[in-house]
């Protein structure tokens, strides 16, 4: 009877949980893979065919990235972005059965999709209604939080964010939280740029960063925030890595 009764009241927070889901919240979903040892290229063909077949729109447009340092060097990562919850009530079992008849044979290691939701705090220049076109690289940083500092992290990254903004830097910014397929306390910051090289001339700025920082959020918080936030992370908890897109494997929009 115990059971009945634990069971019930989890499936009751489940279903509250689920219908509670805010509409608004913007979600991007990521696979990433690596393919078999000389199948790369056909890798890359069979991928690009799917693509072409059903990713063909804005709404179902994908995206493919390639790790060119790190650990994940030579990895890919596919990247479907700015979904709505009632994107996922969609059957998509052709494009699913294509890829696992068609595809998925020149895979040595597939991650799964995962779903991340994109955070308005930390996140700027950025706009949804009018998003710029993919960038040719994308500095991705992941973040592995604690349980009991994901406020402390979350509380650095949007104040980060505003002193970014007063600096007057226009370079997109964007924060995500892992939502499905992993770690809940995982975030990544996506940095896109289109050039290794500086474009923009240097800003100059009466104030440094940290009297900006104290400036807008009191004397003193910088201090307390930076140390806040290196205590949040795990100790494994910061990797950096660069991608660069891979055109012929994305949607042509």
């Not at 998509?92 to 294509?98: D, H, I, K, L, T």
């Not at 955070?119 to 950025?126: C, E, P």
């Not at 992941?142 to 009991?148: G, L, M, Q, S």
């Given at each position: 009877m115990k059971k009945v009764v634990v069971l019930t009241i989890a499936l009751c927070?489940?279903?509250s949980m689920f219908s509670q889901r805010n509409d608004n919240n913007e979600y991007w979903n990521t696979w990433q893979y690596k393919a078999k040892d000389g199948m790369q290229q056909k890798f890359?063909?069979?991928?690009?065919?799917?693509?072409?077949?059903?990713?063909?729109?804005?709404?179902?447009a994908i995206v493919t990235y390639r790790f060119i340092d790190g650990p994940n060097a030579g990895s890919y990562m596919r990247i479907e972005a700015r979904k709505s919850p009632s994107d996922y009530d969609k059957d998509?079992?052709?494009?699913?059965?294509?890829w696992r008849d068609n595809v998925s044979k020149y895979i040595a290691n597939n991650g799964g999709q995962v779903r991340w939701q994109l955070?308005?705090?930390?996140?700027?220049?950025?706009d949804p209604e009018n998003p710029a076109p993919p960038a040719k690289y994308v500095k991705m940083i992941?973040?592995?939080?604690?349980?009991?500092g994901v406020r402390a992290f979350r509380r650095w990254m949007y104040r980060?964010?505003?002193v970014i903004e007063k600096r007057g830097n226009k370079n997109p910014r964007m924060l995500f939280r892992l939502e499905s397929g992993g770690n809940r306390n995982q975030f990544v910051l996506a940095l896109p740029y289109e050039s290794h090289k500086r474009t923009d001339p240097p800003r100059e700025n009466e104030n440094t960063w940290r009297e900006d920082y104290d400036e807008l959020f009191g004397w003193g918080t910088f201090e307390e925030d930076g140390k806040n936030i290196d205590a949040s992370l795990e100790f494994w908890g910061e990797q950096v890595e660069t991608l660069q897109m891979v055109p012929e494997m994305s949607t042509k929009i």
């Open positions: 927070l489940s279903a890359e063909e069979a991928a690009a065919k799917k693509t072409n077949m059903f990713n063909t729109s804005p709404e179902t998509r079992s052709a494009e699913g059965n294509y955070l308005n705090g930390g996140t700027i220049n950025y992941t973040f592995n939080v604690k349980a009991d980060a964010s505003k």
